[in-house]
């Protein structure tokens, strides 16, 4: 089993930018692919990135391709997002999701362990 609990979420005026952290306990996250997903108010969660085991590969939703970026540090058992040029549509509560091996990684469904999620607010 491992743990992911998420930190980073806020407030933030349009354009602004934030970075989420998603903090692994119980196994290596070098074992999985990582995903962050959001789900607004009143609507079905959704795949916004995700990132290979070893980082050589990252996959975005075309929402937030060259406004986001996935990361991760094996070494520190973590996985970050890096949010830019934010815009009110962005505003949800963002989860962290982890998989041994996702035949599709946007799928929800693919992903076994996941964190409580963190919210991210950005204002007009």
């Known amino acids: 089993q491992v743990q992911l609990v998420e930190s980073g979420g806020g407030l933030v005026q349009a354009g602004g930018s934030l970075r989420l952290s998603c903090a692994a306990s119980g196994r290596p996250i070098s074992w999985y692919t990582m995903g962050w997903f959001r789900q607004a108010p009143g609507k079905e969660r959704e795949f916004v990135a995700a990132i290979r085991w070893n980082g050589a590969s990252t996959y975005y939703a075309d929402s937030v391709k060259g406004r986001f970026t996935i990361s991760r540090d094996n070494a520190k058992n973590t996985v970050y997002l890096q949010m830019n040029s934010l815009k009110p549509e962005d505003t949800a509560v963002y989860y962290c999701?982890?998989?041994?091996?996702?035949?599709?990684?946007?799928?929800?469904?693919?992903?076994?362990?996941w964190g409580q999620g963190t919210q991210v607010t950005v204002s007009s």
């Open positions: 999701a982890a998989d041994g091996s996702p035949k599709n990684y946007y799928a929800v469904s693919e992903y076994n362990y």
